[in-house]
Nanobody, 118 residues
Framework: QVQLQESGPGLVKPSQTLSLTCTVS??????????WTWIRQRPGKGMEWMGN???????YINPSLKSRTSIPTDTSKNHVILQLSSVTPEDTAVYYC??????????WGQGIQVTVSS
């Protein structure tokens, strides 16, 4: 059974790059079918799909975030990474890692609160 766990800093300064890690257990980022997805929920707003990377390595990024977002993997550690550059207080959110399988987000991490503030 696949399990996901987000980790990273809870506080980031404006203009810095936010880097979060999703540790995948019970599966492999390169061989377990699905798309490893990052989603966030900003205060008072709905869920926002940020992007994903498939088990084949193909990446899709939300066009509104494409200039600032990358989703690499560290296959040696079975990690899916979110990198969001030039953050502002508007990027304050709870960030989730999830697995999409056949259009369904069937596995979620618990989420991690990130605050952007000086």
């Amino acid at each position: 059974q696949v399990q996901l766990q987000e980790s990273g800093p809870g506080l980031v300064k404006p203009s810095q790059t936010l880097s979060l890690t999703c540790t995948v257990s019970g599966g492999s980022v390169t061989t377990t079918y699905g798309y490893w997805t990052w989603i966030r929920q900003r205060p008072g707003k709905g869920m926002e799909w940020m992007g994903n990377i498939g088990y084949t390595g193909v990446t899709y990024i939300n066009p509104s975030l494409k200039s600032r977002t990358s989703i690499p993997t560290d296959t040696s550690k079975n990690h899916v990474i979110l990198q969001l550059s030039s953050v502002t207080p508007e990027d304050t959110a709870v960030y989730y890692c999830a697995r999409e399988s056949r259009t369904v987000l069937d596995t979620w991490g618990q989420g991690i609160q990130v605050t952007v503030s000086s």
